[in-house]
């Protein structure tokens, strides 16, 4: 017990100062905390008195927000008469400290239970034709029920729900958790196939890992997260665009290795490619490991992440609740010390920052380590951009046009199943755009810090 007691006390004595840094909560809503006034009230509190000063609240669980929507319905948890995602922002940007207010929602899951939801609202009532499936015909992956990827309403109705947030709620950003395949086993609704047999010219039903599928499946996260990040940035191009990313496994110790990983091979995130073409601000990946027992996997991930955040940002997602709190304390302060192209760190999470504990019992040893307080990064390229993006959309005969390419200064990207394009980061001016196997061409002129939108039409 001595022994313990002077490693969390090294541990907490060995802080660093920062300038700037995210020092933040995931705030679940499968656990009190914003429930009603009271408990957001706590959560400021709590927050404020660990040093912190960022949150990513989940105000969209399983096909049912916390907020009064236009395309969902309250979750069965949440009080309709209670806007918790207004009354958050509000009290946390307001305290002093101010607290950074990310709107965390679960991307393609939307449903965990044998029963129906009661809702006629809810996606798996409304829409039950949108649901994946594997090649056998589960619906069910084991832990949920999900959105396909590939089917382009979703991809249209979960662009419609980041947009929402960022036009009614002075959110800091927009976080979206499980935007992904549960597994390579996943992603078999008959639209799916579908539209790959069309692009690919094949037939029939492919194998889980033909890597032609596998490409196909993993492009779907790529194009959704390309066009919501664009999305969002023409209505506010300051709102940060991040992701809860896999971190399974070893972790890769080379370059190579990143694509044997479940997070490129299994479950289709290419989340290292997303950071080095810009389509996202922060990435956090989870890696969660016991500190006890899995200290290498936590030091091999970190290490890998230090090393790819290219133009982007990164922080270090902190599994308190399969640690001890002198664990947590110590991935903490690692974390904080040994990765300086890292801009911080977040513990899932707010309810068991440590096994058994709470934040109110770790507010105390969070405090020391996060002291002095820093507030939140501002970034740059948000605040005070000198790029512009371009977003466009392909159709022939007034339909979206699936899979076409597009050239812009070099770079290529084809078009989503809505006939969705988008670059990022363009220089101020006037470009050629070409599109198309015959490379048609196409004027786009881009301001810094603004959207350029183009509308192509193939005769």
Known sequence: MKKALIILTLVILSAAAHSAEIRGYWVDAYHNGFFNPAQADKLIADVKASNMNTIFVQVRRRGGVYYPSAYEPFEVNADPNFDALDYIVKKAHSSNPRIAVHAWLCT?????????????????????????????????DGENYSLDPAVPEVSDHLVNMALEIAEKYDVDGIQFDFIRYANRNMGYNPTAVARFNKLTGRTGVPAAGDPEWLKFRRNQITQFMRRVYV??????????????????????????????TDAYNNVLQDWRSWLEEGIIDIVAPMIYFSETANAPKFNNWCSFLNAHTYDRDA??????????????????RRAADNYPNIIGQVIYSYAVPYKSGSAAAFAPISGKIYSPYVPAPVFARKAH?????????????????????????????????????????VAPGTHNLAYGVSSIGEK????????????????
Request: aromatic share 10%.
């Open 108 to 140: 393609f899951p939307v449903w965990s239970r044998a029963e129906k939801p009661a809702s006629p609202k809810h996606i798996m009532n409304a829409h039950p034709e949108w649901i994946t499936k594997s090649a056998a015909g589960a619906k069910f």
């Open 231 to 260: 999305s969002v940035a023409k209505r506010d191009f300051k709102c940060l665009i991040s992701a809860d990313t896999i971190a399974w496994g070893n972790g890769p110790t080379t370059d190579a290795g990143w694509y044997s």
């Open 315 to 332: 922080v270090i997602g902190v599994g308190g609740f399969v640690n001890t709190s002198a664990g947590t304390a110590a991935q903490l």
């Open 385 to 425: 951009p000198v790029c512009g993006h371009v977003l466009g959309r392909v159709t022939k005969a007034g339909k979206p046009v699936d899979g076409t390419p597009v050239f812009l200064n070099g770079k290529t990207c084809d078009t989503d199943a809505n006939g969705y394009f988008a670059f990022v980061d």
């Open 444 to 459: 786009v002129s881009v301001l810094k810090g603004q959207v350029a939108e183009v509308n192509i039409e193939l005769k």
